[in-house]
């Protein structure tokens, strides 16, 4: 044992994890600076993003562009249609995901393959070819310009990846408590949502920061479903700063920055049940 110990504490195993944490740390950098960058950004005039160099520092901050985004953009109101609108797609896809995956992994019955298949071929479907029929289908139903065509079209094309997520976590879980509380009279009901639901929550965190990450940044079907400010999110109502002959490139980068921060957020929050999820999920037995 104390050999092994010696062995790790090498000056070539320091040199080799200094080397690997110098790796990690500029990766770190180029991630952070993006944010950075566009926290700078949102600070400037017009004038001094096309005057000088896109790396400078502001003369004199511009913090009015938050006030400007978040009162004149309406881009308060945008705010809240992208967070009602996320966790709402976020917990049907989750919830319906893990009825699927229950289904399918803990029940048997004949079809459980093939319904699993054509979950599976939905990852395929590339969603622009969606795009007119998907128009036309909620155009008969009157629900053009309505947040329910953009829910239904986010649990839709979520619930593939969010199933393929959960099945590799479901199928590590051991059988023997659910057998245990059906030989206690359990229903397959109080199975699911006292039991097996309450198992899965560093899969269902992994899934939720997942679905919550494409909602929020999603821009095609709102901006093809949505037509009046009403029910605009974020990633469309940004387009107000955009206009004929003049656009706020400031108030846009304090809007991006504004849309940023919720996700940031929750990927801090969840990120060690993410990382456990990942890994249970991973490893099937």
Known sequence: MSNGIKETNTPMNRIGFGLLYLV?????????????????????????????????LPEDPQWGNYAKAWTDGNISQF??????????????TVLLASFVTFAITRMHWKLSSLVLGMFMVGIMIPIHSTLIPLFDFFNRLNVIDNPLSIILSYVAFNLPLTIMILLGFYYTLPRE????????????????????????????????????????NEFVFVNTFIS??????????????????????GAIGATLMISIIPVLIAYFILSNRIVEGIAAGSVKG
Not at 81 to 88: A, E, G, L, P
């Open 24 to 56: 990690l740390g500029l990766v770190a950098l180029f991630q952070i600076y993006p944010l950075v960058w566009l926290f700078i950004f949102s600070l400037k005039q017009n004038s001094e993003i096309f005057g000088r160099s896109p790396f400078a």
């Open 79 to 92: 705010f809240f249609n992208s967070v009602w609108i996320t966790v709402i797609s976020v917990i049907l």
């Open 177 to 216: 408590v659910e057998e245990a509380a059906v030989m206690d009279g359990c229903s397959v009901h109080r199975i699911f949502f006292q039991i097996t639901l309450p198992m899965t929550t560093p899969v269902i965190s992994t899934t939720v920061i997942i679905n919550m990450i494409y909602n929020w």
């Open 228 to 249: 009046s400010d009403t029910w605009k999110t974020l990633t469309v109502g940004i387009q107000n700063f955009v206009g004929q002959y003049l656009t706020d490139w």
